[in-house]
Each structure stands twice: as C-alpha cells, then as structure tokens.
C-alpha cells in the first residue's frame, strides 16, 4: 500500500490550502481564521460531525465509515503558529511581520485536511475517524486544555496518532520509537537578592552578579554529576538580567530558563538540585535566592503496540527502508504527550527533507512531504478499522 492515487492528485490542492495558512499565521489560542477554514472545509468534504470550541478554539471533525464497528481512531494536528520574524522570502511568506509558521503546523493542518477528505469520500473502513485539530501547542497547552474539556470521552476515542514534520528527515520517510520520544520541558525563575553599592566598592555589596554567575555554572554540574549519564537531562538558563548602567553592583539578579528530561525520577532529581544550589550558593554570599520551578509539558511516550502499528502503516507507505523504528529521542517537546496520558497512541515524525530547522525565520513545511503524510492518515484508519 504504498502512496494513494487518489490522494496524490490532490496534493497540489493541499499545497494550496497549506500555503494559504503560512500567509496567514496565528498564535497561540487566537486560530479563529486557521479554525473557522478547517471546520468549513470538513462540512463541505461531507463530515457526520464537526464541533468547534473545543479548547477554546479547537475543532473536530468525525467521519464514519461505510461499515459499522466499535473502534474509535483519534488523529491530531496542530494550528498555531510562532511570534518569529519570517525571513523566506517565499511568495506565500507571512502577511503578518512578526508572526510565522516556523514550525510546519500549517503542513500539519493541511495533511489530517486533505486525509479528511479522502476518508470522507472513500469511508474504506469499519468505526469512526475523529479528526482532531488543536490551538496552542507552542507553549499554550492546547492539547491539555481539548483533553481537559473531554475530547476523549466525548468522541469514545479509543486510540489517539500524532504526526510532526522533522527537518534532516528525507521526505517520504518516517521515524519513531516506543517509549519516551520527546521531552518533558520545565521552566524556572530564580531571583537573587543582595546588597547593591557603588562598583568602586565591591567590599559594601552583596554582589549578585557574582553569585548568579556560580549559580549558573553550578548548575550545569547537576547533568554532569548528579544525573546517570545513562539517562538524558538539559538545564539550560537563557535569561539573565541585572543592573542598568556600569559603575552599580545591582540589588537583585532575574534568571530563566529550561529544564528538559526524559525520566520523572531525573526530573525530580533536577528540581530538587537547583533549589538545593541556589539557595545554598546565595546563602555562602549572604544573599538570598527564590526559584520558581514551573512544569511544563510531560514527556512525550510512546506506547508500545500503537507505535509498532504505526511503524507498520508507516512502513507500508513509504517501504520499510524509510522507516526508521529506533530514532534517539529529542529533547524538544510537545503537547501531544497530554493525549498520550489519556489514551493508548504513538508520535511519528514525517521527512522534511534538507531545510532550515524548526523554530527558524527561514523553515519552510516541504509541499513534497504531503501525499507521504495523507497517505499515512488515510491507511492508519483503513488497516486500524478494516472494512473487509
């Protein structure tokens, strides 16, 4: 079963409808055009139903197939877009500066659309696609918030399948992995407060600079001598700010930044050493240090007879030497793990091919990645719910 006829022909179309949300990207939960054109386009194509609002601007759409069944598919792609600064230069870049599709959503989007008007058409299948299509995965939790307002239970979504578009991958290919494939990311803030003084004379302060330079340095020391270096963990500060001009040793010192793991035990571990160093190190100085440690999205896993079925559809469609099953996992993360703690599933990267990476001004979703990425969606239902 290797790439659909039916859904080649119509991958100039879904090229179209892709490029027409690259021009007009938006964020977060604020999809109401991204949105209002998916629920449009799965009346027309012909959907038993299509709710929208579903949190606060998500949609979903549900085909039945021709025959009856029991089981109950979810499919999910994600909408929204990055506040970065496009710089392609393609003829369908952004219309609105400072917002972009960096990240291949409205790939994404025109894929599970263009599988949605396959299936509607062919109902080849015995049960029922839900097509979920979310806001706000790009640090917004849209896909907590659909679980949260019963996505799941609403529909009777039995197994939930996502799909991300993977920079360095060649399109046509696939690539995946039981178990933990993307990372938990957390996020802290660490306020350090001291005694500022004329920087003539270091003696009369408390130098917070100085003791969040050895804050950030030490921490660095938790991945590499607290944590098994059999298992994986990131602690990355990418904020700091302090004082205003040059000759002022500053009162107080802000930092931010990320925490990324794959393990909850490391997880813990890492809360757990920062708070212990920070506190300790201000207290060494004289000074004193409050972090907030905020946990963000879980860790993305994979489970494991969803993912084999995924490898196999996978397989299937783009022959299985261009399926990798073991693909080390990445340390980037993704709301999907939310609907992966809610039902049985598996994520699975698409090829993209040689382009810029994720999150930078110059991406661009790869059009030639589409029939791969339909196909794969239209034979997940058709095998998952035969019809014969």
């Not at 571990?269 to 946990?295: D, N, P």
């Amino acid at each position: 079963m290797p790439i659909i006829n039916s859904v080649a022909a119509l991958s100039d179309e879904i090229a179209a409808w892709r490029q027409d949300f690259h021009q007009h990207p938006e964020l977060d939960y604020d999809v109401h055009r991204t949105a209002g054109i998916v629920a449009d386009k799965l009346r027309a194509f012909g959907c038993d139903e299509v709710v929208t609002g579903i949190g606060r601007t998500g949609v979903v759409g549900v085909i039945k197939g021709r025959l009856p069944g029991d089981k109950v598919i979810g499919m999910r792609a994600d909408m929204d877009a990055l506040p970065i600064l496009e710089e392609t230069g393609k003829p369908y870049a952004s219309q609105t500066p400072g917002k972009m599709h960096a990240c291949g959503h409205d790939g994404h989007t025109s894929m599970l659309l263009g599988a949605a008007r396959y299936l509607a058409e062919t109902r080849n299948f015995a049960g029922t696609a839900v097509l979920i299509f979310q806001p706000a995965e790009e640090g917004g939790g849209g896909g907590k918030a659909m679980v949260d307002e019963g996505v799941m239970d609403r529909f009777g979504v039995q197994e939930v399948y996502g799909m991300h578009n993977m920079p360095g991958l060649p399109v046509g290919s696939f690539a995946l992995r039981p178990g933990p494939l993307m990372a938990a990311a957390d996020r802290f803030t660490l306020e350090i407060e001291g005694r500022g003084a004329h920087a003539a004379h270091p003696h009369a302060s408390i130098d917070t600079v100085v003791i969040a330079s050895q804050i950030i340095l030490a921490f660095q020391s938790i991945v590499a001598r607290n944590v098994d270096p059999l298992e994986a963990a990131v602690v990355s500060v990418t904020y700091v700010r302090a004082g205003d001009t040059f000759n002022v040793l500053p009162q107080s010192v802000t930092m931010k930044g990320t925490v990324r793991t794959l393990n909850p035990a490391v997880q813990d571990l890492v809360e757990s050493r920062m708070k212990e160093i920070a506190s300790g190190i201000a207290a060494l100085h004289g000074a004193t240090a409050t972090i907030q440690y905020v946990r963000g999205y879980p860790c993305t896993v994979n489970h494991e007879a969803q993912t084999n079925f995924a490898a196999k559809v996978a397989s299937e469609v783009a022959g299985s030497d261009k399926v990798n099953i073991s693909i080390p996992p990445t340390m980037g993360a993704e709301d999907f793990s939310y609907m992966l703690l809610a039902r049985p599933g598996a994520f699975i990267f698409c090829g993209n091919g040689d382009t810029a990476g994720l999150h930078n001004p110059n991406y661009d979703f790869d059009d030639k990645a589409i029939p791969a990425g339909v196909s794969y969606w239209a034979r997940l239902v058709e095998t998952a719910m035969p019809a014969a």
